[in-house]
C-alpha cells in the first residue's frame, strides 16, 4: 500500500487542524508545511486538500478568507476556529492511543506483562 | 498520467510542438475545466468557483517553483497537475465530501445523495412491480398456456409444483417487468449518482425486498407478491447493484476524464 493511500481522511483532517493551529495558511502553504515538517515522508494528492479544507469551514472548524494580491491570483487564508482546536484535541488523543497500542504489539510486550516485569520486582521486595 | 511519458510522445509530424507560458496556462485551464465539469448540477457555483480559484493558484504557485528550478513551462504544468491528482479523482474527492455537508432537512442529507437516487429509481420500480400485482390479484385468468402440447406433456417440462403461465397478459408482463425493471433502474441509478451507487442499492433493496415480502404475504394466496420479493433478492440485488456501478463507473469516465495533451504545431 503506498504511503497516500494509508493517509486517510481523519488523518489528512488532523494535519491540516495542526498545521493551521500554528499560523493563518492557505492551501498550498499547507501542502508544503505537511511536507516540510513530515520530512517529506508524508506525500498525498495535494488536490485532496481542497475538498478537506472545504468540508472543515462547512463544519466551521475553520474559516477561510480571500486575500486579494496585486498583480498575482487571489488566496483563500485558513484559521482555524475553537470547534477545530476541539477536534484537533480529540484526534490528537485518538491517534496517541492507537499508535500507542500499535507500538505495545510490535514491541511485543502488554501492559500487563510490562508491570510484571518493572513494577512487580519492586512490590515484591518492598513487601519483604 | 505521467508527465515524462507524455511530454516524450512525439507529435504525428514530427514537428516540435509548443513550448512557453501560454501553453502551460492552456493547460492549467484545461484541466481545471475538467476538474469543475463533473461538479456543474450538483455542486453551487460558488463553491466550484472557489474551488476552481483555489486550484488555480495552486497550481500556478507549484508550476512557478518548477520554473524557478530551470523546468521549462509546460514541463512544470504537467508536473504541477501530476502532483496535484488526475481531475477524475479530485473531482471525485470533492463530491464525496461535498455529500457529507449537505444541507439540513432533505432527504438526501438524512439517507444520503447515492440513496436518495436508489430510492427513487428502485422505489418506482417495486411500486409498479406492485401494482401488477395487485392487477394479477384481482383479474387472474388462471388458464393455462399449453403451447400447443397437452397439459400431461406441458408437465413433464414443467413438472409440479411449479405453476403453469397463465393466459392472463399481465402474467407474461410481470414477469417481464420483474425481469427488466433492475437492469433500467439500476442503470438510471449509476448514471445520478456518480459516488457509491452500488452500495446505495444494495442498502435501498434491503428495504424494499422486506417491504415487497410483507406486502406478498398479505397478498396470499396470490403467489406473486412473494414471488417477486424472491426475485428482488436474487436479480433485482445483483443486477440492479452491477448495473447502477458500471452506469457509475462509466459517466464519471465520461464527465471527468482529462488528458493534458500538447497541441499540434499548425
Redesign the interface.
Known sequence: MSREKALNRSHALALILSVLRDAPRHGYEIAREVERRSGKRLTFREGTLYPLLHGLEKDEMIAGEWQEREGEKPRRIYVICEAGLAELDRQIGLWRDFSSAVESVIEGESAWNAFRRKLAPKLLLRGR | MDPARIYHLPTDDGATPPQGPDEAVRLIEDYLDH?CAPLVGVVPYE?RM??R??????L???MQLYINDGIEPVDAALKAIH???TSQ??AE??L???M??LPKGTLANKIGLPNAFALLFFGQATMIGEILVQIRLYHPNPDPVLFGLSLPELRQIIPEPFPLPDRNPTWILFWAYAFLAPILAGWFTGRTALVGAAKAVLQVQICLTLLTFILGTAMLPTQEGLWLALVMVFWWVPIGALLAHVASALQRRRRLRFRPTRRKKS
Open positions: 476538474l463553491d472557489c474551488l480559484m483555489e486550484a488555480d493558484e495552486h500556478s504557485a507549484k502532483q496535484y491528482g479523482e479530485m474527492a470533492y464525496e465530501e461535498w457529507r455537508h
